[in-house]
């Protein structure tokens, strides 16, 4: 249909060619448009573009073009002619009408889309990068070891904005922890993703969570590239056969073992401890219990230059093995399953300055174990007991009498059972005595 205009008392009709330039018309309202939505300058509504546009079609059309006049009755084209640039129009207009509802569709995107940019406008996108790291730094899940997941940072702050993404994969801090697992799912995936978060990490110390249940030779080809890089380490042996092989690994310094039960160490295990790095300082194996013969498979070597070990040990002949085993032990931390009738060797060890300790006594009486008895620990600072039942109190006074220089800290946690006297001594002897009460037990023995 065509579009109608009243000028000076006349009905004047627009001719097709003119329905046409109104068409390229809306075309350039619609660059208008998007043009004004990305340099940000103020926008008009789109009903007023289009008005103000087909007005001056209207007004261009009534001075330049002839006008037919509908009252005077003046010369009128053949029928057949009209009714051609009817159906002409009547397309045009369709047309138009059809790109009108486009660019009001449009136009509602290009508001949605300025809204979000807005919103992400906000004074901390224009956060110098240095303070945008150090907020990523505090988003950060609090775990030792960052699981690959997109719901969670890091990744999850890769997925907010152009500018956020720049900033994230460009932050090597962000990448440094990761908990890897050989899944039954697709590992062409899982691999590249790791691979990904790997070489993020530019050339910062990697803290590294591996959890396998057949063999480790994908993970071991996966982490060759940076095997330089691993300073910390955690295995998790989950129904696993074949050991770790960790000698290459030259920056590894900590070192943590687990098994899927609490038992003495797997077969694997015990093969995956037969050559450590030479770097290596710490070991946890808090969760696996050693008898002496299972220390005794271990090579001295290996063990020589630890200096922290958390360990679980099967008889006090264990515990002296590790002292032997370990002669640059600094700390140890250990619970133990003990045997009265043991009789262990003497040993002294000069460089222990921390000794905690938690254990059972497989025996029906409170018979001193003789613990304190067969070790010297002449440069011990801190003793921590927790756990032990009856205290050897008369064996562990003459245990600090013969220590070169005195306990500077002495702890009695929960499960250790003390007289109030011998408690009073330990006041006098040591400058820092705490006793930490468990209110659901009662740590007091009677007196004799």
């Known amino acids: 249909m065509a579009r109608d205009a009243t000028v000076g008392g006349t009905l004047a009709l627009f001719p097709p060619s003119n329905l046409y330039l ?7 309202i619609d660059m ?12 008009k509504p789109l009903y007023v573009i289009i008005s103000e546009n087909l007005d001056l079609e209207t007004v261009t059309s009534s001075v330049d073009l002839p006008l037919v006049s509908a009252t005077t009755g003046g010369p009128r084209k053949p029928s057949d002619v009209v009714i051609g640039e009817d159906l002409g129009l009547e397309i045009v207009s369709n047309s138009v009408r059809c790109r009108q509802l486009q660019l009001v569709e449009n136009k509602a995107d290009v508001v949605q889309s300025n809204t979000l940019r807005g919103n992400f406008s906000s004074p901390i996108c224009r956060l110098p990068t240095e303070i945008l790291s150090e907020i990523f730094l505090y988003c950060l899940p609090e775990d030792e070891h960052w699981v690959y997941a997109s719901r969670l940072a890091p990744l999850l702050l890769t997925r907010i904005c152009r500018q956020w993404r720049e900033v994230a994969v460009g932050l090597p801090r962000l990448w440094c922890r990761l908990q890897l697992e050989l899944c039954p799912n697709p590992w062409q995936d899982r691999a590249f993703g790791y691979d990904s978060w790997l070489k993020r990490s530019a050339a910062c110390p990697l803290s590294l969570r591996l959890t396998c249940r057949t063999d480790w030779s994908k993970l071991c080809s996966l982490l060759q590239p940076y095997i330089q890089q691993i300073s910390s380490l955690s295995l998790d042996f989950v129904s696993c056969d074949s050991p770790f092989v960790m000698e290459d690994f030259h920056a590894l310094k900590e070192l943590t073992i687990h098994q899927d039960v609490r038992d003495h160490p797997a077969r694997a295990v015990k093969r995956s401890l037969s050559k450590l790095p030479v770097n290596l300082r710490r070991i946890n194996m808090q969760h696996l219990w050693f008898d ?16 922290h070990l958390e360990i679980g040990i099967d008889g006090l002949n264990a515990f002296t093995r590790i002292l032997r085993l370990c002669p640059d ?3 140890l931390k250990m619970i133990g399953i003990f045997y009265t009738i043991e009789t262990p060797e003497l040993v002294t060890h000069t460089n222990l300055q921390s000794l905690s300790m938690s254990w059972s006594v497989l ?12 070790i010297t620990l002449p440069n011990l600072r801190v003793l921590e007991a927790r756990d032990t039942g009856r205290w050897p109190h008369a064996s562990c006074m003459e245990f600090l009498m013969r220590s070169e220089r005195p306990l500077e800290r002495l702890i009695f946690d929960r499960g250790v059972w003390t007289t109030e006297r011998e408690r009073a001594e330990y006041a006098t002897l040591v400058p820092s005595f705490e006793l930490i009460a468990d209110p659901a037990s009662d740590f007091n023995v009677d007196e004799e």
């Open 32 to 43: 208008q448009t998007f043009d004004s939505a990305t340099t940000g300058e103020p926008q």
């Open 363 to 374: 025996s029906n009486t409170d018979e001193d174990i003789g613990l304190f008895e067969v």
């Open 329 to 331: 032990l600094s700390s």
């Open 292 to 307: 002496c013969n299972q220390l005794g498979c271990l090579t001295a070597s290996a063990w020589a230059c630890l200096t």
């Open 22 to 28: 109104q068409h390229l018309n809306l075309l350039h």
